[in-house]
C-alpha cells in the first residue's frame, strides 16, 4: 500500500518537537502541534481576566514555545510564511485531531510512564495504519508500546532526529520487536527524500548510534585533556574544522547544546553499561562535574565552559575557565605548533594524517583519542550496528564530522595504524586482526564505480546499499571517472552522456583555474556529450571570485590586467548562458558573487535547500560585475506583472544588492530573485547532483535549443538613477552609511539605471557588461577598496571605511 504524509501531528513542543514540527512545515506538510494545559493562568492572564477554560490560556504552553522556535536563531523554519501550516491545540481539547494525520510524533518528557500514558490517549483516536513515532534518545523502544494493540505496535518505531532538526543531517530509525519492515523501509525512504537526512537503521541498544558514539568520544576526550592539563581554548582549536569536526569542536559545542544534556546521556549511559568494557569512560571527569554541580550548562545558563561577559560600554570580553581554579579567565589564542606546520595543508585527509603523527602534544592528543575511538567502535560491532558503515554515518551526520571512525581509520592506514594502536594500548577488537590476517587492508574501497565496505560476519566486502541514486565525487575519482583537471577544478564523466565540473580552490572560490575549468568543460560537453553540471561536494559551493589576485593587481595599478580578469570571467558566464548544450549549476551553502553569478547564468539551478545566496561584491567595496548585476536587472525587466511599479521592483533588487543581502534558504533566495519558477530544490544534499543530472538530461532531451542574447532590457536611465541617488544622499546624510558606501551606491545605481540616459530604453546584456565592468575598474582604483579586500584577506572580517 502506498503511503503519503500530508499531515503530521507532533505532540510536545518543546525545543526538539516545536523544531520538528517547523522542519515539517518547510517542506509543504501541514502540522498539529500539541502540549499540555497549564495547571492555572500566569499573572499576566489573569490580569486581563482569563481563566483556565479560556483557549489562549489553555494552549499557552504550545503557543509560547512555538514563539520562541520561531525567534531562535539560526531559524528552524525558511520563510516565516511556513509557519501557518503549523496549528497548535493541547493534549485534552484537540488530541482528537491526530485522527486525521498520518504520522504522530511523540516529542514529550524523557519518561516512560508518562509516554505509556499519552500513547494510551492517543490509540483512542489513531487510525488504524497511522505511523506512530517516537523521538527518544534514551528510552529502548520495545518498552513504549508493550502493552498497546498489535496495529499499534507495528506501526511504532523511533525517529530520532538530532537537534536543531533543519540543519543536522542525521535521523536514526529505530524498529521496534513489531514493526512491520515497510514501515521501516518507508520512514528510512522518507527521512532521506523529503526531510532530506541521512537516515540511519539503527538497534534498540542504548542511545542508538550516534549518541553512543558521539558522547563517548567526547567524555573520553575530556578525560585525556584532563590528563594532559590542556586548555579549552587549546583544545578547541585542535578539535574543529582543521580535523574535519564542526566548527564548534568540543567545548563550545557542549556550551550551544547544553552540558546538561550531555551530562544525561553520559549517566544514563553508565548507569545501563554493565558489560561495556568502557564503561568508565562514561563517568564524568571532574571538569564536568564542577560545572554541572554550579548549573553552568553553557549558553541556556550564561556560563559553560566559556562565559561571554557584556560590559557597560557594550564591548565583550570572551572568557574561558581554568581547569585549575575553575574560575574564568580571558580566552586564550594558543599557538600550536602542530596547526601551524599544516597550515599550508588544504587536503583534509593528508592533514589528518600529518596532525596524528606530528611528534608534539596535539599530536600526543590526536594520537590518543583517534586510537581510543577507533577501539572502542571496533568492540561496537554487532553490538549497535551490525554493518560498520552505519556507525561512519551516524556519527558524521548527528556531530558534524567529514569523516567517520573507520573512514579516520582508512586515512591512517589499517595495519599501520592497528601496530601504533597496541604500542598504546589500545588493542581493537578481534575481527579487525581476521580482516587484516585475510589480506584486507581497509575498511572501505570501491569497486566497478561502487562504494563497499568490509563486512565482519561474511568476512568479505559488500556494497553499501542505499547509495545507487546518489553521485558521489570521491566514488567517480576511484572508478577512474575522471575526464581532464588543471589546479582548481576536475571534470567527471557522471554517466548517460553528461559532464560534472567540481571546483576544489580554497573555499571554491573562482579564480584563473576555475575559469579554465567551466570554458573546458563547456567546449568538451558540446563536442560529445548532452550537458554539463555544475557542482561540488566541498563545505560551500564558492565563496566567490579569487580576491587575492585582485588585490595584487589593484595594489600594482594594473587595470589593464584587471580589466582582462573581469572580461574573461563576464564571457565565461555569457558562454555559460548561451552554450549548444544545457548546463545546470548545483549551488548549496555559500554561494557568494561570482558563485552567485554563475549560477544565475545556468539553464537551471538545482539548488540545495540550505543555500546562503547573495551577491555580496560591496562589502570588499565593489559591485557585482560578473554579469550578476546585469541580471538582476534583467530579471526585472522580464518578470514585471500587471499592478507590478518598475521603478519600485529596481529599487527592491538595488537594495538587496547594496546591502549585500544573502538568503538564508533557497526558499528565500527565490523570493530575493536569485531563483526562479524554472529553478528546483533539492531537501537532500546527496541526492542533488543526482538531481542536477537528470534535469541535464530533462533539457537535453526535450529539445534544447541554443538561447539567443538578450538585447532588449529595460532600463530607466535618470529616471531610476535621480530616485536611487536621492535614497543614497538621504543615507549619507543620516551616517547610515559611509563616504565610501554611498560611492559604491552611485556606481551600483549608474549601472543599473543603464547610465545617464534620458529617457528609459532597451539595451543589451553586452552594453550592461561594459558598464559593470567600468564600474568595477573605477572602484579597485579606490585605496578604501583595498582597504576593504585586506581585511577580508588578511582578518577575515568585513571593514566598514
Known sequence: MKQTIKKVAVLGSGIMGSRIACHFANIGVEVLLLDMVPKAPSEKEQEKGLTLEDKAVRNRIVNEALQQALASKPSPIYLSDDAKRIKTGNFDDDLSGITACDWIIEVIIENLEIKQGLFEKVEKHRKPGTLITS???????????????????????????????????????????????????????????????????????????????????????????????????????????????????????????????????????????????????????????????????????????????????????????????????????????????????????????FLVNYQDKAGEFYRATFYDLFRYCSFRIPEIADELYRIDQAVSAGFGWEYGPFENWDILGVKETLSKMEAAGQKPAPWVYEMIEAGIGSFYKVEDGKRHYYDQSSKAYKEIPGLEEFILLDTLKAAGKKVWENEGATLFDLGDDVLGLEFHTK???????????????????????????????????????????????????????????????????????????????????????????????????????????????????????????????????????????????????????????????????????????????????????????????????????????????????????????????????????????????????????????????????RYLLDLEREAFLSLTGEQKTLERIHSILFKGKPLRN
Open 135 to 353: 523521538n527518544t534518545s534514551g528510552i529502548p523502544i520495545h518498552l513504549m508500546a508493550d502493552s498497546r494493540s498489535r496495529d499499534f505496535q507495528e506501526c511504532f518505531a523511533g525517529t530520532h532526529f538530532f537537534n536543531p532538526p533543519r540543519y543536522l543531517q542525521l535521523l536514526e530509525i529505530i524498529p521496534g520487536p513489531a514493526t512491520l519492515p515497510e514501515h521501516v523501509s518507508f520512514l528510512m525512504d522518507y527521512g532521506s527524500r523529503y526531510l532530506g537526512k541521512e537516515t540511519v537503521l539503527c538497534k534498540d541498544t542504548p542511545a542508538f548510534i550516534a549518541n553512543r558514539i558521539g558522547v563517548y568520544a567526547i567524555m573520553a576526550a575530556i578525560h585525556q585533556i584532563e590528563k594532559m592539563a590542556l586548555g579549552v581554548s587549546e583544545v578547541d582549536k585542535m578539535t574543529g574544522t582543521v580535523i574535519g569536526r564542526a566548527k564548534s569542536a568540543t567545548f563550545r559545542t557542549l556550551d550551544v547544546v547544553g552540558l546538561d544534556t550531555t551530562v544525561h546521556v553520559a549517566t544514563n549511559l553508565y548507569k545501563v553499561l554493565e558489560h561495556d568494557e568502557s564503561r568508565d569512560a562514561f563517568k564524568l571527569p571532574k571538569s564536568v562535574q564542577v560545572l554541572s554541580e554550579n548549573n553552568w550548562y553553557g549558553d541556556k545558563s550564561g556560563k559553560g565552559f566559556f562565559h561571554m561577559i557584556r560590559h557597560e560600554n557594550g564591548q565583550k570580553e570572551l572568557k574561558e575557565i581554568d581547569f585549575q581554579t575553575y574560575e574564568y579567565k580571558p580566552a586564550e589564542k594558543p599557538k600550536i605548533e602542530a596547526l601551524e606546520k599544516a597550515k599550508g595543508i588544504d587536503q583534509l585527509k593528508e592533514r589528518i594524517r
Open 507 to 765: 573555499m571554491n572560490s573562482i579564480g584563473q583555474e576555475v575559469v579554465a575549468g567551466i570554458n573546458t568543460a563547456i567546449s568538451r560537453a558540446e563536442k560529445s556529450y548532452k550537458g554539463l553540471v555544475i557542482g561540488n561536494e566541498g563545505a560551500n559551493f564558492s565563496a566567490g571570485a579569487n580576491l587575492a589576485m585582485l588585490y595584487m593587481f589593484a595594489g600594482d595599478r594594473d587595470f589593464d590586467e584587471i580589466n582582462l580578469m573581469i572580461a574573461q570571467f563576464q564571457n565565461t558566464m555569457m558562454r555559460a548562458r548561451y552554450s549548444s548544450v544545457p548546463v545546470v549549476v548545483a549551488p548549496h551553502n555559500m554561494a557568494l558573487g561570482g558563485g552567485c553569478e554563475l549560477s544565475l547564468h545556468a539553464d537551471k539551478i538545482q539548488a540545495h535547500a540550505e543555500l546562503y545566496m547573495g551577491l555580496v561584491e560591496v562589502g570588499v567595496g565593489l559591485i557585482p560585475a560578473g554579469g550578476g548585476t546585469k541580471e538582476m536587472v534583467a530579471r526585472v525587466s522580464k518578470n514585471l506583472v500587471a499592478g507590478d511599479v518598475e521603478l519600485n521592483r529596481l529599487q527592491e533588487v538595488f537594495m538587496n544588492i547594496a546591502t549585500a543581502k544573502v538568503s538564508t534558504s533557497a526558499a528565500e533566495a527565490r523570493s530575493l530573485g536569485y531563483l526562479e519558477q524554472k529553478d528546483a530544490v533539492s531537501i537532500n544534499r546527496k541526492r542533488q547532483l543526482a538531481a542536477a543530472k537528470e534535469q541535464v538530461l530533462l533539457l537535453a532531451d526535450a529539445g534544447y535549443t541554443q538561447p539567443v542574447e538578450n538585447t532588449a532590457i529595460r532600463v530607466l536611465g535618470k529616471s531610476s538613477l535621480a530616485l536611487i541617488e536621492a535614497g543614497i544622499t538621504g543615507m549619507r546624510y543620516g551616517k547610515y552609511i559611509s563616504e565610501h558606501d554611498a560611492k559604491i551606491a552611485q556606481k551600483l545605481a549608474w549601472v543599473m539605471s543603464g547610465g545617464d540616459l534620458s529617457a528609459p530604453t532597451t539595451v543589451s546584456e
